[in-house]
Structure formats: C-alpha cells, structure tokens
C-alpha cells in the first residue's frame, strides 16, 4: 500500500516566535491527502470552552485548503488542523507552514495524516509546539516591552525640540 512520503518539519526561530514548515508528499498511485492533524494536547476546559494557550498564524497552505486552526474532539484531546482538498501524488512535494509563540519538542504530539476515505491516519512523530512548558513571559509577537519603554519615557519630545530648534537657529540666520 503507498504511504506518505518526505513528512519532516523545518523549524527556525524568527521575529514572531518559532516557524514550522512541514514538507509532506502522497506517494505514487496513494488516495490522496485529505487532513492534517497535530496533537494530540490535552487542555484545561471542557469541549466547547477548552482554553487554547495560543492561536497560531497559518503562514502557508496550499489552495483550496483551510488555515491552520485549533479544534477538540468529542474525547476532549486538541488539535492543530489543516484540511481541504486532496494532495496527490502529482502534486509534489507541499509546503504547509505555522508561526507560534512555543519552541519545538518532538515528544507529546505528532502528525496524523489523513488520506483519502479511510477511516484511521497514519501517524508520524515530527517536531511540534511544546504546550507542556510555561508559556512564554514575552509574547515575541509584539514588542510590548520596547512600547512600553518608550510611551513611559520622553517618546517624541527630544527629538522633536532638537528638529525645532534647528530649523528656529536655521530661520534666523537666514537672511534673503
């Protein structure tokens, strides 16, 4: 029977926190990939109030395909899903990327590949978000310290006096 082939994932730290670009191709004459699921985690909360840790930015996905999002199963586990059409074997090798504020661990969640109607996926151990640990005491997004620092600060005001009193000691010593 064809399997998945070349399901690895690249990850890098980057301005917005850690990408993660999984590469993945169907194999020659396979059904087809249909879904992608990472997981499984297991949140605080009870299906539908479950309280993710974070929502992860979809980056890259192919046409026709769903953005990366969270969604629980009736048992209560939590998934990162990606889904839509079919990936066949003609379509090479994909790209499928993520950004999250979690660094990788490859142990606790893995890749479940879903092809054509079958019933069960197979499953793959890749590198995942580590949603085990803390969360992180920056959020790598957005630089709220460096906003902070400068709103509580002088912000503006030095510059702007030092631009005024240029043009001021410009003006008069200008003479027509």
């Known amino acids: 029977m064809p399997t998945v082939t070349a399901p690895y994932v690249e990850t890098q730290q980057v301005v917005t926190g850690f990408m993660y670009q999984l590469h993945i191709a169907e194999a020659d004459g396979g059904p087809g990939i249909t879904r992608l699921d990472i997981g499984p985690y297991h949140f605080d909360g009870k299906p539908p ?3 993710y840790p974070e929502a992860v930015t979809n980056e890259l996905c192919p046409p026709g395909w769903q953005a990366i999002r969270w969604v629980t199963d009736e048992n209560g586990s939590s ?3 990606w889904e839509g059409g079919v990936l ?3 379509d090479g090798e994909i790209i499928f990327q993520m ?3 979690y660094p990788p661990s490859e142990e606790g969640a893995s890749l479940h590949v879903w092809r054509g109607d079958r019933r069960t996926p197979e499953r793959f151990i890749i590198a995942t978000p580590d949603y085990r640990q803390a969360p992180p005491d920056i959020n790598p997004r957005h ?3 460096g906003q902070k620092a400068f709103s509580a600060g002088p ?4 510059a702007t006096a030092i631009v005024i ?3 001021t000691a ?3 010593h200008w003479r027509p």
Do not use: E, F, M, Y
């Open 170 to 172: 410009a003006i008069v």
């Open 165 to 167: 009193a240029a043009l």
């Open 99 to 101: 950004t999250s504020n």
């Open 155 to 158: 912000g503006c005001a030095p």
């Open 79 to 81: 998934w990162l899903r």
């Open 49 to 51: 109030q479950v309280k």
């Open 143 to 145: 630089d709220v310290v």
């Open 88 to 90: 066949h074997d003609a």
